[in-house]
């Protein structure tokens, strides 16, 4: 190195406009600003966060994996702590852009007393505090755990109930096809199983598999961004989820009404207790063989350094 350019860069550290900031080196104020604004905004979600948990711990809640959902993004931020360490921080106007018009719906949504739209616009509120407070480059760096705290969120009943019915009906064909194709006799009525013996099985909306579907999106939605490999391939891995949560769940609903066709109803209901997490096992197993299929058979080093 020359002495010219010795000269320029200690130039360069003297000029505050030419210094990079990252979050190591921020000012008292700085983190002064960042607390105070996050403060608000915990404050203001702190009836959605009781409202989320309350749900969460419900008996048979279809969301009953939410509870997990902040201690993943908790991890994935401490895996990409040294790239979130050394991105300078650029504070972006446009962020408040966003930010005074979510927090003002927030707002309406609570006067209106509609928890979910309040919860839905959660993301989007410490997207545009990221954005508004640390940049552009920062919110390139923290975008996949802000759109996976989607998977705490709680729909709206209006939204829930018509998609769960399908995936109860498509669940129950699929369990009916696999007891006919091993040579049982079953019939149908709805949601009703008749096995040969006259023991019936009510494929209820807790058996539906949508409680399963979304904890294994959320889980798939994980294990494709922990991959490495092409992006066609971890898309898969996201996009097989709807088909791999009905087989799997059909697969269950079968067991269970086998199990009540050779050991009777009591068995039945027994098995039916403990069944799900088989079959999320069952799940977690056949994704990762899947995994390799589309390419994506090693984890991310780069992530893990």
């Known amino acids: 190195m020359t002495s010219t350019d010795s000269v320029r860069d200690a130039v360069g550290e003297v000029r505050t406009g030419e210094r990079e900031i990252t979050i190591s080196n921020l000012s008292w104020f700085d983190y002064l600003v960042v607390a105070v604004l996050v403060g608000l905004v915990a404050w203001i979600y702190m009836p959605t966060f009781t409202w989320w948990y309350n749900v969460w711990m419900a008996e048979e809640s279809s969301y009953s994996h939410g509870i997990l959902i902040p201690i993943i993004v908790a ?24 930010l005074v018009p979510a927090l003002f719906l927030v707002l309406l949504s609570a006067v209106a007393n509609s928890a979910s739209v309040r919860g839905m616009l959660f993301p989007v509120v410490i997207g545009a505090l ?4 640390l940049g552009k480059a920062m919110l390139r760096q923290l975008i996949f755990p802000i759109f996976y705290l989607y ?5 709206p009943g209006n939204m829930l109930g018509p998609f769960s019915f399908r995936v109860q009906m498509l669940s129950t064909s699929g369990a009916v096809w696999i007891l006919k194709s091993i040579g049982l006799a079953v019939a149908r009525d709805g949601q009703t199983i008749t096995m040969p013996n006259g023991v019936e099985a009510q494929v209820a909306e807790a058996c539906s598999g949508f409680r399963l579907l979304i904890s294994l999106f959320a889980f798939s939605a994980l294990f494709s961004f922990l991959k490495e490999g092409p992006l066609w391939g971890r898309l898969s891995l996201v996009a097989i989820t709807l088909p791999l949560s009905l087989v799997v769940n059909s697969i269950r609903i079968a067991l269970v009404c086998l199990v009540g066709q050779y050991r009777g109803v009591e068995a039945m209901h027994s098995f039916h207790d403990y069944s799900g997490y088989l079959v999320l096992l069952l799940a977690f197993i056949i994704l990762p063989q899947i995994a390799r299929l589309v390419k994506c058979r090693n984890f991310n080093s780069m992530l893990w350094s």
């Open 130 to 133: 990221v954005l508004a407070l």
């Open 151 to 155: 998977f705490m969120c709680v729909l």
């Open 75 to 98: 991890f994935i931020v401490w895996l990409k702590r040294k790239a979130i360490l050394s991105t300078p921080v650029k504070p972006c106007g446009w962020g408040y852009a966003v």
